[in-house]
T-cell receptor, first 112, second 114 residues
Framework: QKEVEQDPGPLSVPEGAIVSLNCTYS??????FMWYRQYSRKGPELLMY????GNKEDGRFTAQVDKSSKYISLFIRDSQPSDSATYLCAMSLIQGAQKLVFGQGTRLTINP | SAVISQKPSRDICQRGTSLTIQCQVDSQVTMMFWYRQQPGQSLTLIATANQGSEATYESGFVIDKFPISRPNLTFSTLTVSNMSPEDSSIYLC???????????FGNGTRLTVT
């Protein structure tokens, strides 16, 4: 069993839809959770960073962590074609950890 | 955040040869790392590039196959040695600018081994 499971997709939705991306994990010791966005032929860029359980909002993006269920989500509201990318979840045991455990990534396409 | 440049951006190599990938950062960084992103797989940490000393390798990765140099606080190289088609992957340089800062990535080197 992988430490972090993420549905690779692909996921295709119409412009303006609400997108939900999810990861589950097996190690209850994970404390810090991140979402990276990776455009084609580019490196991953940090999108959201959260600590422990709860929600964090940044513009059209909301990151949600449910540690009791070992489940994290990223919601994208009013999705735009420019949101088309691969989204990777990542997590670590401590803040600023050099080693992150990544999910496989979900490939998302927003159709105009 | 730091600007990370990787060279080459892509290459096609023959099996049995070696390729050296360069990573240049526009500012001094505390830590530099090399990750591998295989098709359909998660990003996997290969090693931590230590300035002035030997790199620290993760389980499953060895110095003979992936020698790493880091001569200063802004530059590192990763060599993929004696390549086989299984080494076809994206290799990513990443950095941390401070103790609790998040990881930042370069755009990667897309390697195909034939």
């Amino acid at each position: 069993q992988k430490e972090v499971e993420q549905d690779p997709g692909p996921l295709s939705v119409p412009e303006g839809a609400i997108v939900s991306l999810n990861c589950t994990y097996s190690n209850s010791a994970f404390q810090y959770f991140m979402w990276y966005r990776q455009y084609s032929r580019k490196g991953p860029e940090l999108l959201m960073y959260t600590y422990s359980s709860g929600n964090k909002e940044d513009g059209r993006f909301t990151a949600q962590v449910d540690k009791s269920s070992k489940y994290i989500s990223l919601f994208i509201r009013d999705s735009q074609p420019s949101d088309s990318a691969t989204y990777l979840c990542a997590m670590s045991l401590i803040q600023g950890a050099q080693k992150l455990v990544f999910g496989q990534g979900t490939r998302l396409t927003i159709n105009p | 955040s730091a600007v990370i440049s990787q060279k080459p951006s892509r290459d096609i190599c023959q099996r049995g040869t070696s390729l050296t990938i360069q990573c240049q950062v526009d500012s001094q960084v505390t830590m530099m790392f090399w990750y591998r992103q295989q098709p359909g797989q998660s990003l996997t940490l290969i090693a931590t590039a230590n300035q002035g000393s030997e790199a620290t390798y993760e389980s499953g990765f060895v110095i003979d196959k992936f020698p790493i140099s880091r001569p200063n606080l802004t530059f590192s190289t990763l060599t993929v040695s004696n390549m086989s088609p299984e080494d076809s992957s994206i290799y990513l340089c990443s950095v941390k600018t401070g103790g609790n800062s998040p990881l930042h990535f370069g755009n990667g080197t897309r390697l195909t081994v034939t």
